[in-house]
């Protein structure tokens, strides 16, 4: 699959929020420091994407008002970078993004509990009517329920059909379908489109990587399809990691 067609085919597999996807690309722009990149660069990428200037320009500007990126103007060119709390935040999670071998996997519970007795902070996985998966540093906030140490077993298969299990592997599923049809091997000489098709690819696997459930996935269901997206969306990232913004 050419870089083009992967691109048209990412764009069909999921919501993409811009403001999202700007974090995404500020984001990976700036691995250790905030780098600027200037909005004519900016422009080009989301036309590629098929995002509107003014959609681009509506996003800068709530992410601005709600200090996550910053902007400044030199002459009639703006240059965004992350704030300083964008960049906590991204190196807090940098890890379950980027790395092929994840550090500090969890460790889980199973808890049986009412779910009204659940504490408004925490976001468990939900497998079945009042039964959910608990990251082992949380049990603690959790009263009144059964909890019981999760051992390594292989979980039945009827725990993919949970829903909070079910968009995770859907998504996961139509990433996947994408990357592993390209191409990668031959770049085109575009180097817009191939900024273009990265950050798009590490967009929608942010949205995977970023949630519980995913991680869940990975370490109790033999055969994975997360795990494969983990490993496929490693080939992209090695094999663009030499492009640099503008």
């Known amino acids: 699959m050419k870089t083009t067609e992967a691109i048209a085919a990412l764009n069909e597999i999921g919501e993409i929020r811009v403001w999202s996807l700007l974090i995404t690309i500020l984001g990976d722009t700036a691995p250790s420091k905030s780098k600027e990149v200037s909005g004519p660069w900016l422009n080009q990428i989301f036309q590629t994407l098929n995002i509107s200037a003014e959609a681009f320009r509506v996003a800068a500007h709530r992410l601005k008002k709600d200090d996550w990126i910053q902007s400044r103007k030199q002459g009639r060119i703006s240059y965004f970078s992350l704030s300083e709390k964008a960049l906590r935040e991204t190196h807090a999670v940098w890890d379950l993004i980027y790395n092929a071998q994840q550090k500090d996997t969890p460790t889980w519970a199973l808890c049986v509990v009412n779910p009204s007795r659940l504490p408004d902070e925490l976001a468990p996985i939900k497998l079945y ?34 829903d909070d299990l079910v968009s995770v592997i859907a998504l996961a599923e139509r990433l996947l379908a994408v990357l592993a049809k390209l191409d990668i091997q031959k770049p085109p000489p575009d180097l817009i489109e191939l900024h273009a098709l990265r950050f798009l690819a590490l967009h929608f696997w942010r949205k995977i990587s970023l949630r519980d459930a995913a991680m869940f996935h990975m370490q109790h269901v033999p055969g994975s399809v997360v795990i494969d997206c983990h490993q496929q969306i490693q080939i992209v990232l090695r094999a663009t990691a030499h492009l640099d913004s503008a």
């Open 129 to 162: 009517a009042g039964v959910y998966a608990i990251k082992s540093n949380e049990v603690s906030a959790v009263q009144d329920a059964l909890i019981m140490p999760w051992a390594n077993q292989v979980l039945p298969e009827w725990v993919n059909e949970a």
